[in-house]
């Protein structure tokens, strides 16, 4: 069997599988969960129209309980190929709005949990101190506090991108700072009594020792935290009445019953989610081949 029908068989044909089987059951709950409109409307009308007239109306409704697949793409294929990239109805454009933000919240998560990380790995009275309180920050649900810090920070001036950064980053920070913690304690004890016993510093163990051992972990995190990243920007349009962005794709779609534009923004926000977690995993791959060619 060669390599390419191997693959096929292994890693194509089951996804395959699973997306056909995923879209049958689709295609049952759209009629399932739109027929009762339509036989409402038949007896407002005083008809009564046969399963083989009905069914077909379930996948063509205007504004249907559960869209069908075929009406998500068409709104996709209208918001991003269709309409120009700076029109207000583009969803390329609410999701470089969002991405923006997500970004943004990403890397400042990244580096205050890479930070807290180093500082509780040094010092166990801060690891004592600031872990439960890490901890503790996750058990807060973001929808409740998204407005306060929106609030606040604009009473001082604060608008903008920032505002929304920071609830992505509230999200984004935990990960990274539990899995970095873990990848800096999981240096072989072994090397870090000789570099000791060569009198090296925290810098230089950190640097040569500790850092390249935790990569693993912290890529790892990073991946888990660039979602929660875009959880968070998301979660940022809701309460702030944003006209830009997928969140406030989402709610607009919310407010006047347009499920195909909210299924859409919701699978733009998968694809984006996908697209952000791929990068980071081949930043993973670009690093460890440049340390292996060391």
Same mark, same amino acid.
């Given at each position: 069997? +060669? ?9 194509? =044909? ?9 879209? &049958? &059951?689709?295609? $049952? ?21 046969? !399963? ?6 379930t996948f063509a409704q205007a504004r249907p309980v559960l869209p069908a697949p075929h009406q998500i793409v068409a709104e996709l ?20 709005? +969002? ?16 930070? !807290? ?28 506090? /998204? ?5 606040? !920070?604009? /009473? ?21 700072? $539990?899995? +970095? ?9 072994? =090397? ?5 016993? %060569? ?9 040569? =020792? ?9 890529? #790892? ?18 309460? +702030?009445?944003? &006209? ?6 989402? =709610?607009?779609?919310? %407010? ?7 299924? #859409?923004? !919701? ?7 996908? #697209?952000? $977690? ?6 993973? /791959? ?9």
């Amino acid at each position: 069997m +060669t390599p390419a029908v191997s693959f096929v068989r292994e890693r194509v =044909l089951p996804v395959l599988a699973v997306v056909a089987a995923l879209l &049958v &059951v689709w295609h $049952v709950f759209v009629v399932v969960l739109n027929m009762p409109f339509e036989r409402d409307q038949a007896a407002r009308a005083g008809v009564s129209p046969g !399963l083989a007239e009905i069914v077909p109306r379930t996948f063509a409704q205007a504004r249907p309980v559960l869209p069908a697949p075929h009406q998500i793409v068409a709104e996709l294929w209208e918001t991003t190929i269709d309409k120009a990239v700076t029109s207000k109805r583009s969803l390329v454009y609410h999701a470089a709005v +969002t991405l923006s933000v997500t970004v943004a919240g990403f890397v400042i998560g990244s580096l205050l949990g890479v930070a !807290l990380a180093a500082a509780m790995v040094h010092s166990r009275v801060l690891d004592r101190s600031l872990m439960p309180w890490v901890i503790a920050s996750q058990t807060v649900p973001i929808i409740a506090i /998204a407005p306060m810090v929106i609030v606040v !920070l604009n /009473a001082v001036g604060i608008s903008g991108l920032l505002p929304k950064a920071m609830i992505s980053a509230y999200l984004s920070f935990f990960p990274v700072a $539990v899995g +970095t913690a873990k990848g800096l304690r999981s240096a072989d004890g072994l =090397l870090l009594d000789l570099m000791r016993t %060569y009198d090296a510093g925290r810098a230089e163990v950190f640097r040569k =020792l500790r850092w390249p051992s935790a990569l693993p972990y912290v890529f #790892a995190s990073l991946k888990v935290a660039v979602a929660a990243a875009l959880v968070g920007a998301i979660v940022s349009e809701l309460p +702030t009445g944003a &006209v830009a962005g997928l969140g406030a794709r989402l =709610l607009s779609g919310s %407010y006047y019953g347009q499920t195909v534009q909210i299924w #859409a923004a !919701l699978v733009m926000t998968a694809i984006l989610g996908a #697209a952000l $977690v791929a990068l980071v995993g081949l930043a993973h /791959a670009a690093v460890f081949r440049r340390m292996e060619g060391r």
